[in-house]
């Protein structure tokens, strides 16, 4: 089982709609998580952090449940411009030490 | 503010080449890490390094080394690259918990 686990989609949805995204990770010992999202054949960039009390930018709101271990994000008026790869990262800490896990990402297309 | 650079931006290598893939921050970060990214898969780390001088394995080091020349610069090397190794690779730094990535290498091994 993968320790990041997001839907692939592709998510196809027309211009002003409500999307919403979902992660789940397995790892208890995770300390912080975040969306990135990633443009066709471009480098992830830091969309937002997630909180336990929710976290709210513009259109994106990411909230975190740490007792189901799941991470969403809720995209509200959908732009052309949200077309891109959502990635769902979470920073563990463990007898391992630090390291940063990449979910798959979940493909979005808005359309016109 | 160039952030990350990575270099090549593409590379076509034949079975059995080597190269080495660059990369230098000038954001004075202390951790640097090498990332390949493949169809379904996301982005998986290769190798990292925590500071100047140190260097460890991530999830899938096998058939690459690294360097770390100093704090700004840290390289990925392929010995003798294979078709499996056919990959995007995305280079990081971290400030705190988020990760600042180049634009990343397109290499195909044929």
């Known amino acids: 089982r993968k320790e990041v686990e997001q839907d692939p989609g592709p998510f196809n949805v027309p211009e002003g709609a409500t999307v919403a995204f979902n992660c789940t990770y397995s790892n208890s010992a995770s300390q912080s998580f975040f969306w990135y999202r990633q443009d066709c054949r471009k480098e992830p960039k830091l969309l937002m952090s997630?909180?336990?009390s929710g976290n709210e930018d513009g259109r994106f709101t990411a909230q975190l449940n740490r007792a189901s271990q799941y991470i969403s994000l809720l995209i509200r008026d959908s732009k052309l411009s949200d077309s891109a790869t959502y990635l769902c990262v979470v920073n563990i800490i463990d007898t391992g030490g630090f390291k940063t896990i990449f979910g798959a990402g979940t493909r979005l297309f808005v359309k016109a | 503010n160039a952030g990350v650079t990575q270099t090549p931006k593409f590379q076509v290598l034949k079975t059995g080449q080597s190269m080495t893939l660059q990369c230098a921050q000038d954001?004075?970060?202390?951790?640097m890490y090498w990332y390949r990214q493949d169809p379904g898969m996301g982005l998986r780390l290769i190798y990292y390094s925590a500071s100047e001088g140190t260097t460890d394995k991530g999830e899938v080091p096998n058939g690459y080394n690294v360097s770390r020349l100093n704090k700004r610069e840290f390289s990925l090397r392929l010995e003798s690259a294979a078709p499996s190794q056919t990959s995007v690779y995305f280079c990081a730094s971290r400030q705190a918990t988020e990760a600042f990535f180049g634009q990343g290498t397109r290499l195909t091994v044929v």
């Open positions: 954001m004075n970060h202390n951790s």
């Open positions: 997630v909180y336990s």
